[in-house]
Nanobody, 121 residues
Framework: QVQLVESGGGLVQAGGSLRLSCAASGRTFSTYTMGWFRQAPGKEREFVAGITWSGGSTYYADSVKGRFTISRDNAKNTVSLQMNSLKPEDTAVYYC??????????????WGQGTQVTVSS
């Protein structure tokens, strides 16, 4: 069992930065591929970024590539999402997810409760 708690959301102006964190409970955190998803009002949840269990591989949605960076610290059971050059279209609730395997998908095993990110123009 893994419990995920996100933090770090907030209101920021376009062009600004935010850093989201996800704290995980459980001794098996390091065996899960982790990821971030987001859901804007009236839209489906979409993939943002993922990182393998070792941190050796990362992958991103085209819409955030070059602006967002995902990282993890298995010693601290945390995964982070550094978001730079934010745009109003990045406004959404951001969710942390954990899944066994090499990739994280919308069918992930565990989800956090979400944190709101609002980017003003």
């Amino acid at each position: 069992q893994v419990q995920l708690v996100e933090s770090g959301g907030g209101l920021v102006q376009a062009g600004g930065s935010l850093r989201l964190s996800c704290a995980a409970s459980g001794r098996t955190f390091s065996t899960y591929t982790m990821g971030w998803f987001r859901q804007a009002p009236g839209k489906e949840r979409e993939f943002v970024a993922g990182i393998t269990w070792s941190g050796g591989s990362t992958y991103y949605a085209d819409s955030v590539k070059g602006r967002f960076t995902i990282s993890r610290d298995n010693a601290k059971n945390t995964v982070s999402l550094q978001m730079n050059s934010l745009k109003p279209e990045d406004t959404a609730v951001y969710y942390c997810a954990a899944e066994k395997g090499w990739v994280v998908t919308s069918s992930a095993d565990y989800w956090g409760q979400g944190t709101q990110v609002t980017v003003s123009s």
